[in-house]
C-alpha cells in the first residue's frame, strides 16, 4: 500500500507539484483533474480512491524511485480475543524497532498478547517480501491495538446473593500492524 508519508516527502524533497504529477497518473476512468484529487488526498493520508497497484508504478516512475521506497505493508487481526488495553503493552514494545528485534522481543515477552502481535507481524513481512521488499531493512512503523468491544457469545451473567446477577463481558480488540523499509 501507498504510504502518505513517504509519498509527501519524496514529492517535496524532489519539487514536483501535484498538477506535474496528476500528468502522469492519468489513466482510463481517471483524468486528470479527478488525479490531482487523488494525489491530495494521498498525500493527507486519505485514500479515498484507493491506489491501485498501476497508480503506485506509475507515481514512483514519475518520481524516479522504486515501487517499494513508496509502500509500507500492513496487517491486521480483527477481534482478537483480549482486551486492548492487555494488547497495548505489548505493541508498544516493538514501534520503532527493526522487524528481527521485535520478532526477538515478542518471542520472550510473558504475555497472551505477544503471540497474537507476532502472527500479525509475521503476517506483514510475508507481505512485503511477497512484493521483494528487502526484509533485512524493514522495521515496525506503526503498531495499534483499538478496542472492538465485547466479544460475540460471551455476554454471560453469574449469579450473585439474593437472586441478583453480574454480568460477565469478556473484550476483544483490533491489532494493526504495519512495516516499512528503510
Request: glycine share 6%; charged share 30%.
Amino acid at each position: 500500500m501507498l504510504s502518505a508519508e513517504k509519498f509527501k516527502d519524496l514529492c517535496q524533497l524532489r519539487q514536483i507539484d501535484v498538477q506535474q504529477l496528476a500528468g502522469h497518473l492519468a489513466r482510463a476512468g481517471l483524468n486528470e483533474r479527478e488525479a490531482a484529487v487523488a494525489i491530495t488526498n494521498w498525500q493527507r493520508g486519505l485514500f479515498k480512491p484507493k491506489p491501485r497497484a498501476e497508480d503506485v508504478r506509475r507515481l514512483a516512475a514519475a518520481l524516479g524511485v522504486g515501487e517499494n521506497d513508496l509502500a509500507d505493508w500492513r496487517s491486521s487481526y480483527r477481534f482478537a480475543p483480549i482486551s486492548s488495553r492487555k494488547g497495548r503493552l505489548v505493541a508498544q514494545l516493538i514501534v520503532g524497532r527493526s522487524v528481527q528485534d521485535a520478532m526477538d522481543i515478542l518471542k520472550f515477552t510473558r504475555k497472551r498478547a505477544a503471540t497474537m502481535i507476532d502472527k500479525v507481524l509475521k503476517t506483514a513481512v510475508a507481505d512485503a517480501d511477497e512484493q521483494r521488499a528487502d526484509v533485512d531493512n524493514l522495521y515496525v512503523s506503526q503498531a495499534r491495538v483499538d478496542d472492538a468491544g465485547v466479544r460475540i457469545g460471551t455476554k454471560r451473567w453469574i449469579p450473585k446473593d439474593r437472586g441478583r446477577a453480574h454480568p460477565i463481558r469478556k473484550k476483544a480488540c483490533h491489532i494493526h500492524i504495519t512495516v516499512t523499509q528503510i
